[in-house]
C-alpha cells in the first residue's frame, strides 16, 4: 500500500489513519505540542498585488498546530520520500515576485527543502518554473507566524484562468530532511497534490490543504 503523510496535531504521537479514494492511500499524521508565543509575521511587503492566498490575518496567519509533512528519501523518520503541492489559478495576467510559505523543520535529519512554482500537466504539477532552497525554518510546534518568503530571482509571467501549482519538496541538500508545511488558518478543505517516492501525483479533495501566498504585479 503507498504511504502518505500529513500532519495534524494534537499530541506528539504518531496517528495513522486511512482514507479511501480510487486508490487507497495511508495518511500518517504527525502533532506539535500546544504553541508557545507568537513570532513575529514576515509578510510579502507593500506595494505587491495578491495574486494567491489561503494566508489568514495577522496573529492568525495559518494554523500552527499542523500541516503536511514533506520528507527526503533518507529522513530517519518517515523512511520515505514526500513531495505536496496546492494548486492556484489567477484571476488577471500576472508577474510572480514572492511566495510566502509557512515550513517548519520537523526535527529530523537537516532543516532544509525546496519551494518550487510549477506549471500544470493535465491537473497535477508539471515543470518546475522557478525553485528555491530554505534553510533553518523554525521548529514545528513553536506558534504562528513567521513566513518563509521567497523573492524570486526572476519574476514568472501567469496567465490569467490557468492553473499552477505551489509544490513543497526535497534535493540533493536536504535528502534527509523533514519539515512541516502548516495548515491554512480556517481549516478550508481545497485540492492537494502528494507524491511518495517519486511514484507520481495523487490528487485528494477531501483534506485541509497547507497554506501559501503568491505575490507580484499586474501584467
Not at 527543502?113 to 513553536?142: K, Q
Not at 507524491?195 to 499586474?218: C, I, R
Request: with cysteine; hydrophobic share 40%.
Amino acid at each position: 500500500m503507498k504511504k502518505s503523510l500529513s500532519a495534524i496535531a494534537l499530541t506528539l504521537s504518531l496517528l495513522v489513519v486511512v482514507a479511501g479514494s480510487a486508490s487507497a492511500q495511508q495518511h500518517r499524521f504527525a502533532a506539535a505540542p500546544a504553541p508557545k508565543a507568537d513570532q513575529s509575521t514576515e509578510g510579502p511587503g507593500a506595494a505587491l498585488v495578491t495574486i494567491y492566498s489561503s494566508l489568514g490575518p495577522k496573529n492568525n496567519v495559518y494554523n500552527p498546530n499542523g500541516g503536511w509533512i514533506v520528507a527526503g528519501p533518507q529522513d530517519p523518520y518517515t523512511k520515505q520520500q514526500q513531495d505536496v503541492a496546492i494548486p492556484f489559478t489567477p484571476t488577471s495576467d500576472s508577474i510572480v515576485t514572492k511566495i510566502a510559505v509557512p515550513v517548519q523543520y520537523y526535527g529530523y535529519g537537516k532543516n532544509a527543502g525546496t519551494i518550487e512554482l510549477a506549471a500544470d500537466a493535465s491537473g497535477l504539477p508539471g515543470a518546475v518554473l522557478a525553485s528555491r532552497d530554505g534553510t533553518n525554518g523554525p521548529t514545528f510546534g513553536v506558534g504562528c507566524c513567521k513566513l518563509a518568503v521567497w523573492t524570486l530571482s526572476s519574476p514568472i509571467p501567469v496567465v490569467a484562468g490557468t492553473q499552477y501549482w505551489i509544490v513543497a519538496t526535497t534535493d540533493k541538500k536536504s535528502i534527509d530532511s523533514a519539515y512541516v508545511w502548516d495548515y491554512n488558518w480556517n481549516g478550508t478543505i481545497s485540492p492537494i497534490a502528494v507524491q511518495d517516492n517519486l511514484g507520481g501525483w495523487n490528487v485528494l479533495t477531501f483534506l485541509t490543504s497547507p497554506a501559501a501566498g503568491v505575490f507580484g504585479t499586474l501584467q
